[in-house]
């Protein structure tokens, strides 16, 4: 018998202060004409807390 495997992936918000931060360097970063398909992607990373969890289950 194989175990089965699989990954779980958790997005939440992070605390208050953290996301206001990555909200405002994300509306500077467009204010000041930086290409959008780096400003967007680097402040949601800020703002979400993004966890990989990998699992196995014996079947």
């Given at each position: 018998?194989?175990?089965?495997?699989?990954v779980?992936?958790?997005?939440?918000?992070?605390?208050?202060p953290?996301?206001?931060?990555?909200?405002?360097?994300?509306?500077?970063?467009?204010?000041?004409?930086?290409?959008?398909?780096?400003?967007?992607?680097?402040?949601?990373?800020?703002?979400?807390?993004?966890?990989?969890?990998?699992?196995?289950?014996?079947s």
């Amino acid at each position: 018998m194989a175990s089965r495997t699989g990954v779980t992936i958790d997005i939440r918000l992070r605390e208050r202060p953290i996301a206001l931060i990555g909200a405002a360097g994300a509306a500077l970063a467009l204010w000041t004409d930086a290409p959008a398909e780096i400003a967007l992607p680097v402040a949601l990373l800020i703002i979400l807390d993004v966890r990989l969890h990998a699992w196995r289950h014996p079947s």
